[in-house]
């Protein structure tokens, strides 16, 4: 099922503003030939931050090379040259983004960040520990490729997000089709609510919502303006471990005798003696950090980087593949984990007393 949202009016006006400042690129992008047969985008231009605070990341994917010279109305370049070249499907960083559409992005992003957690706390609901978001700008190509249909048009897939809002989708054609009926908008200030793959990890205290599937379907008619959709992922990657995984971590190292109480304390093995000293606080907080960087950002970004997932998007055929690497990378990770709290938190931190500290493998797949 998909709730429609109606955006207030600070996002409103930050939308338009972003849907002004990228006007030349969307216009160039619609020359450009499309990702693919059955990725009709030509550029997707992304922002990945949090909710307040540390300022964003402005990337993109797809036909950067002809597209970081285009200029707004002042002769600035809107994109400017990327840190590195990509390989067009693997997003890269735009230290050289115009500040104004950066700006504009990151605020955009944090609107919406906030907006989406408003929604649910209503409901009751609330986001396990901290998680970032990315706002995806795509921009189609209004090309034809090959003998496929005129492009804009999305293959089946879900999003690899808890929560994503998308917002003015058929703004120049084609339709957006979920579940395979067509979505109607009200309005270009509404945004559709669709259900990720990550809601469950996200919400653990929410009743279960399968993810939505979902598709662009090209137009059939001529379009005057290039179609642009605007997505908006909350719940990307996992920023902090959360309170209840922290508490968790801490019952299982006592379990496991790693620490004890009321302090906290640990074992440390020289020779055949053994002996208790105070844990460090720095020590313990880099094994938590090291847990977040396994649930998180680790498995993540490998799981995206093998697939070569341009963004959090998963194609429904792929999913059975993506879903039995992701149980085996969190088996590996866990089981690394699990040997060295057995062995004692030296081992899992690499401190003087620990000869080597582990190291995960990711599988690559
Ligand atoms: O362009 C659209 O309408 C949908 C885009 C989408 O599904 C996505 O970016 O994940
Ligand atoms: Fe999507």
């Known amino acids: 099922m998909v709730r429609m ?3 207030p009016c600070a996002p409103v006006r930050v939308l338009r503003r972003v849907m002004r400042q990228i006007a030349p690129l969307r216009w160039a992008a619609a020359r450009l030939p499309p990702a693919s047969a059955d990725d009709g985008t030509a550029l997707g231009l992304q922002c990945v931050g949090v909710a307040r605070g540390a300022p964003g990341k402005v990337q993109a994917f797809g036909r950067l090379e002809a ?23 693997q997003p890269v960083e735009l230290p050289e983004c115009h500040p104004m559409l950066s700006s504009s992005l990151q605020r955009l992003g944090r609107h919406l960040h906030q907006l989406l957690l408003r929604h649910v706390a209503r409901r009751g609901w609330s986001l396990d520990g901290e998680w970032s978001h ?7 190509s209004q090309s034809s490729h090959g003998a496929a249909p005129l492009a804009p048009k999305l293959y089946v897939h879900k999003d690899l997000s808890a929560l994503t809002l998308l ?27 669709l259900f990720g793959t990550r809601f469950s990890e996200a919400f653990p205290a929410a009743p279960c919502h399968a993810a939505t599937p979902h598709r662009v ?13 605007v997505a908006f992922f909350l719940a990307r990657e996992k920023v902090f471990v959360s309170s209840s995984a922290k508490l968790e971590l801490i019952r299982r190292l006592r379990g496991a005798g790693v620490i004890g109480k009321p302090g906290i304390f640990r074992s440390v093995f020289t020779g055949s003696t053994v002996r208790t000293e105070r844990t460090s ?3 313990l907080r880099s094994m938590l950090d090291l847990l977040t960087i396994f649930s998180a ?19 429904q055929d792929l999913e059975h593949t993506f879903l039995e690497s992701a149980a085996d990378c969190v088996s590996r990770a866990l ?31």
């Open 335 to 365: 089981q690394v984990v699990d040997g060295a709290m057995a062995q004692g938190v030296d081992a899992l931190l690499g401190s003087e007393t620990a000869e080597k500290a582990p190291t995960v493998e990711p599988k690559k797949v």
């Open 134 to 140: 990315e706002l995806l700008l795509n921009l189609y």
């Open 67 to 89: 597209l970081m010279d285009v200029r707004d109305h002042e002769g600035i370049r809107l994109l400017g040259a990327p840190l590195d070249t990509g390989d067009g499907r």
């Open 281 to 283: 606080f720095r020590s």
């Open 217 to 229: 379907v090209a137009r059939t008619s001529g379009s005057t303006r290039p179609r642009l959709s």
């Open 5 to 7: 949202i109606q955006l």
């Open 167 to 193: 917002l003015v989708p058929s703004h120049g054609g084609g339709q957006l089709y979920v579940n395979e009926h067509p979505l109607r908008f009200p309005s270009k200030d509404t945004g559709a609510l």
């Open 297 to 315: 950002t680790g498995l993540q970004q490998e799981l995206e980087a093998a697939k070569g997932e341009k963004s959090l998007m998963m194609r």
